[in-house]
């Protein structure tokens, strides 16, 4: 296949159009660019958007800040121990040890790549205290059983949503659900984007409440109300050691627009993920699962795992993609892989089969909302050449 006159296909690429650019240029001429009116609109569309205006959302800076203020309105600290999966970038379970819990990371579920609602319950202990739960690539886990085993065991759910905008489980909306508070990711790479940024969802007013506190250093009353009371209104008091966590109104602009574009992107990233599906069948490759009929999924990922071979053969399937000018990753190297995990918990690749197996044969093709079919082609054609090539150097 020749590429001489074919351009570079990046992996992920943000789609923004001339409404994002126009809000963001009417922040920036407003005055207010940090933590302002534009935030509180996006919070309050983002409720609108999950249908329940009466869900608490709180914007922070990144998917990673609204877990840790989520696991921290809940009081996990020292003692604690919270479960999740080896399957997922290091934010999910860095978090807890920032409140100096330990993690607990368990398998998955080999067709779903979510975590296994089995695994959870054998791995429960007298100092459990949380799962979270992770929508791997926008397919919601399996959240029935997971807040079944929760609520039998007296344990908190902090859903891990950064992949699942606007994907659904049982005909709801994640976000909506019976969990203590989910968080999602608004990342470049996201299925929107506001640059940095992320959503705490909840409806719980107390957590909520010592969420807003704690996301910007531990004051007692917003910035954006003091400094537009039509009274003197300077004073404040810490109460409690916070931290940085808050959305700037520039980017808050961008979370506008995108969020009203998010149902469009999610049909373009369907039709895509159908396209690929349509395109790859019949060859060698393990396909990634549909939602159930009834659901959504947000198709932030489009993962294939080679039928057989391990890491050599994807390793020499990718670099024959990059050759092709074709981008693409691997979504996750798992947690129990990397030195910290690995040698904190004294992790062991076969305590972790599922995942293991899938890590070795995965790859993250391309897919976001402004590619076209043609490009789908262009990349399918380039994996079907590459497993063509049993002598590819590995």
């Not at 107390?206 to 009353?221: E, P, Q, S, T, Y």
Request: charged content about 20%; glycine content about 6%.
């Amino acid at each position: 296949m020749s590429t001489d006159k074919l351009p570079f296909l990046p992996f992920a690429l943000p789609e923004i159009g001339e409404e994002e650019i126009a809000e963001v240029v009417d922040t920036l001429r407003s005055g207010w660019v940090t933590t302002g009116p534009k935030a509180k609109r996006f919070e309050a569309d983002f409720a609108a958007f999950l249908g329940d205006e009466s869900l608490h959302c709180i914007a922070v800076n990144s998917a990673t800040a609204g877990l840790h203020l989520g696991l921290e309105a809940l009081n996990i600290g020292p003692g604690d121990e919270v479960i999740t999966t080896t399957h997922t970038f290091t934010a999910t379970a860095e978090v807890v040890r920032y409140l100096g819990a330990d993690v607990k990371l368990v398998d998955i579920d080999p067709a779903t790549l979510n975590i296994s609602p089995a695994a959870i319950e054998a791995a429960i202990t007298p100092r459990t205290k949380c799962i979270i739960p992770v929508h791997y690539a926008g397919l919601a886990a399996d959240m029935t059983a997971i807040l079944d085993i929760a609520q039998r065991h007296g344990l908190k759910v902090v859903e891990d949503a950064a992949h699942a905008l606007p994907t659904t489980h049982a005909g709801q909306m994640i976000g909506t659900l019976a969990s203590d508070a989910t968080v999602f990711s608004f990342y470049a790479n996201k299925t929107i984007t506001t640059g940095e940024g992320g959503m705490l969802v909840t409806r719980n007013a107390d957590l909520a409440a010592r969420a807003k506190v704690m996301r910007l250093h531990g004051i007692n009353r917003d910035a954006f109300d003091r400094f537009t009371a039509k009274v003197p209104s300077w004073y404040y008091e810490i109460v409690a050691p916070g931290f940085k966590y808050n959305l700037t109104d520039i980017a808050a602009a961008l979370g506008i627009h995108q969020l009203k574009r998010a149902r469009a992107f999610q049909a373009k990233r369907a039709r895509l993920a159908e396209g690929y599906r349509r395109a790859l069948t019949g060859l060698p490759l393990i396909l990634p699962p549909c939602a159930a009929d009834q659901d959504v999924h947000s198709w932030h990922l489009f993962v294939v795992r080679l039928s057989t071979e391990g890491v050599a053969q994807r390793d020499a399937v990718i670099d024959h993609l990059f050759r092709l000018g074709i981008g693409c990753s691997v979504h996750y190297i798992p947690l129990h892989l990397h030195p910290y995990w690995r040698h904190r918990y004294a992790l062991k690749a076969e305590d972790y089969p599922a995942s293991q197996h899938a890590f070795e044969r995965m790859i993250s093709l391309p897919i976001y909302s402004s590619m076209t079919l043609e490009d789908v082609s262009r990349v399918s054609s380039a994996l079907a050449d590459a497993l063509a090539k049993g002598d590819m150097p590995c």
